[in-house]
DNA sequence: CTGAAAGCGCTTACAG
DNA sequence: CTGAAAGCGCTTACAG
């Protein structure tokens, strides 16, 4: 009564798939050795690995995720593990995972959690310990947290951390050197003529806001110039800060006639703060940000920004994560490169009267 | 000369979880009991139950999620499938599906893809079969797209579609109810005395630029005002766009006192060209937009716009597709509120002279 | 280089 | 209401 006849070489029935032995029964092989050329086990006989591949197209078979995750006591995700305040930042991050991921057959788990939870920790090994993961990467704030980082090695899981310092070994680290990138604008902007030059920092716990900050300043220090104290404040890396920083700079008896913001929310807020005090901009002040968010190319004066390539710092993460476990899968490793990249748009301009740069 | 007994009831070794036959044994019951309580089969006697519960605590047990999706055939994460160009759309969204899967014990693979690829169908069948997925979550435009729709169901993959039309059947929809946000727009803006009002309107293909710009029309029709076909315009949803139409708009003879752009990028795209046209913002120009895009409280003048409750419909949507999986795990379900809200900030005033609205 | 047996930790199907 | 057996589709450990 069956349409379909019961042949053991052949599943039947609709969303039956292949299983492994259906293939190695087509192969005439040995399930474990189907297992072997799906591994990319070096120790499979040419003639035998050809006729278990063809048998594979000819079935369309793909090995069950989970039953290997549970034979292997390992899952094929990728956990992201985050808390980022940027939506640029985290979407871009994912996409530069998953550029790596797709062509390996891993998946992309997010895993979004807050630093200030008392029960961060315990959420994070719940995460990890259910999901199995083949390792977890690590954008900033969190990277530079030491207690997460010693609770995936006691629970054995792979990591990469993304962030300005080289916090951990190369191969668990994409180190973005933020300080090129702030270097870079502080020799544009002395370039310009600028000379009376401000700084609005991050948080000091933020490893990025010191090395952007110790970036300009050296810049600033090899063309001779070190920073007036008072041109040297600090927000906590939001709009709001920014404004209050703007005022508290351009207050001043003799004002700053560039303001560099160690990122773009800040910087925007800078502009804000300018234009409350009536200036024009860029003539009166010229302002530069670190991020490129969209909203960079979208305020008016456009704002000139840092940028560092997100995406490609998340592929190359997922890249390191995953060459361990892949293996040969994967070429020497090209890894992408990760440096930052000044972005001149109209916010900061030559000061008026400087002689045009060498 | 192990320092651990080797004890049948309690897993040793470092790294070892229990299972489920260390929790039988401690309750003395056989493995398919403890599998009822995992799974909240009534059918337990209450003093069993308790029994076992007592077992699971103390041996801090968790069921083995690459186990049980081996068994279930069906894994315990959710894909939120994707082509949306808008960061902050994205995240928000993650979070809010996030706040459902959370406490159910899920988890959220992220695919974003593109709807001109060749591969899209391939791409999403290959994801949904390989993960085995509880269920996938479209945002729009993709949940437009009935050829994916199709797919899923083809696959036997339960979704649930957000989009502006109640394009499903309620139990797979979140509807946006765009056309409202619009609607409150236009109310406004003709309370405020404004007259000859201009729409931007996005991508005829896009079901959100059509319910919107229904809504707008709709409600300015109620207060007796047909738009000039003048002023009915569209973009592309892009900058570029927005500042393409907002010069056309305002070369006209008789040009528009407001323009409504059916997105944030459309309106500061208007915005732009109405600097670059040298008028003075908002007094010769009320401009509101639709997304309250971060970017939105930041330009200047700050835009009004209507903000859709983004992570309150991923909330919903992930709730509506769960409900019927985890049965009463969940509350009878009490669905947040996803109705759209008109933020008012700066770039919209009354028209000068006009009456105070009523 | 290849394979038969046992196992990963759960659930389904069937009894009782 | 509870359980012993078989099974989900792979891999590991051990032979040969």
Same mark, same amino acid.
């Given at each position: =009564?069956?349409?379909?006849?019961?042949?053991?070489?052949?599943?039947?029935?609709?969303?039956?798939?292949? &299983?492994?032995?259906?293939?190695?029964?087509?192969?005439?092989? *040995?399930?474990?050795?189907? *297992?072997?050329?799906?591994?990319?086990?070096?120790?499979?006989?040419?003639?035998?690995?050809?006729?278990?591949?063809?048998?594979?197209?000819?079935?369309? #078979?793909?090995?069950?995720?989970?039953?290997?995750?549970?034979?292997?006591?390992?899952?094929?995700?990728?956990?992201?593990?985050?808390?980022?305040?940027?939506? &640029?930042?985290?979407?871009?991050?994912?996409?530069?995972?998953?550029?790596?991921?797709?062509?390996?057959? #891993?998946?992309?788990?997010?895993?979004?959690?807050?630093?200030?939870?008392? *029960?961060?920790?315990?959420?994070?090994?719940?995460?990890?310990?259910?999901? %199995?993961?083949?390792?977890? @990467?690590?954008?900033?704030?969190? !990277?530079?947290?030491?207690?997460? @980082?010693?609770?995936?090695?006691?629970?054995?899981? %792979?990591?990469? %951390?993304?962030?300005?310092?080289?916090?951990?070994?190369?191969?668990? =680290?994409?180190?973005?050197?933020?300080?090129?990138?702030?270097?870079?604008?502080?020799?544009?902007?002395?370039?310009?003529?600028?000379?009376?030059?401000?700084?609005?920092?991050?948080?000091?716990?933020?490893? !990025?806001?010191?090395?952007?900050?110790?970036? #300009?300043?050296?810049?600033?220090?090899?063309?001779?110039?070190?920073?007036?104290?008072?041109?040297?404040?600090?927000?906590?890396? &939001?709009?709001? *800060?920014?404004?209050?920083?703007?005022?508290?700079?351009?207050?001043?008896?003799?004002?700053?006639?560039? @303001?560099?913001?160690?990122?773009?929310?800040?910087?925007?807020?800078?502009?804000?703060?300018?234009?409350? %005090?009536?200036?024009?901009?860029?003539?009166?002040?010229?302002?530069?940000?670190?991020?490129?968010?969209? =909203?960079?190319?979208?305020?008016?004066?456009?704002?000139?920004?840092?940028?560092?390539?997100?995406?490609? =710092?998340?592929?190359?993460?997922?890249?390191?994560?995953?060459?361990?476990?892949?293996?040969?899968?994967?070429?020497?490793?090209?890894?992408?490169?990760?440096?930052?990249?000044?972005?001149?748009?109209? !916010?900061? @301009?030559?000061?008026?009267?400087?002689?045009?740069?060498?």
């Amino acid at each position: =009564m069956t349409d379909v006849p019961d042949n053991e070489h052949t599943p039947s029935g609709p969303g039956k798939r292949p &299983t492994i032995n259906d293939v190695a029964h087509l192969a005439g092989v *040995s399930k474990k050795t189907v *297992s072997r050329v799906i591994n990319r086990v070096a120790t499979v006989g040419e003639d035998v690995r050809e006729r278990v591949d063809n048998a594979i197209c000819a079935l369309g #078979f793909t090995p069950n995720l989970q039953a290997r995750s549970l034979a292997f006591r390992r899952s094929f995700l990728v956990g992201l593990i985050y808390d980022n305040p940027s939506p &640029t930042y985290v979407v871009n991050m994912q996409l530069g995972v998953l550029d790596a991921l797709g062509p390996l057959g #891993f998946e992309l788990v997010v895993h979004p959690c807050s630093r200030e939870a008392p *029960s961060l920790l315990d959420d994070i090994r719940g995460f990890v310990e259910r999901q %199995r993961l083949a390792g977890a @990467i690590l954008p900033p704030p969190l !990277s530079e947290d030491e207690r997460i @980082i010693a609770l995936l090695r006691e629970l054995g899981c %792979r990591y990469v %951390r993304v962030a300005a310092l080289a916090l951990d070994e190369p191969e668990a =680290m994409v180190t973005t050197n933020d300080q090129l990138g702030a270097a870079e604008a502080a020799r544009w902007l002395v370039d310009q003529g600028h000379r009376r030059i401000a700084l609005v920092r991050g948080p000091s716990s933020f490893c !990025s806001s010191e090395v952007r900050g110790q970036g #300009f300043l050296s810049a600033l220090a090899e063309r001779g110039i070190t920073l007036d104290p008072a041109c040297d404040v600090a927000g906590a890396y &939001t709009f709001e *800060s920014g404004v209050e920083m703007g005022h508290r700079l351009l207050g001043l008896a003799d004002p700053p006639t560039a @303001i560099f913001a160690l990122n773009d929310d800040m910087a925007i807020g800078v502009m804000q703060a300018a234009r409350e %005090r009536g200036l024009d901009l860029p003539a009166q002040l010229s302002i530069v940000g670190f991020d490129d968010l969209p =909203m960079a190319a979208r305020v008016w004066p456009n704002l000139t920004s840092v940028r560092l390539p997100i995406r490609e =710092m998340g592929n190359m993460a997922a890249l390191k994560l995953l060459a361990p476990i892949v293996g040969d899968a994967l070429e020497p490793l090209s890894l992408p490169d990760v440096r930052p990249a000044l972005v001149l748009r109209q !916010s900061a @301009i030559a000061l008026p009267g400087a002689e045009p740069p060498r």
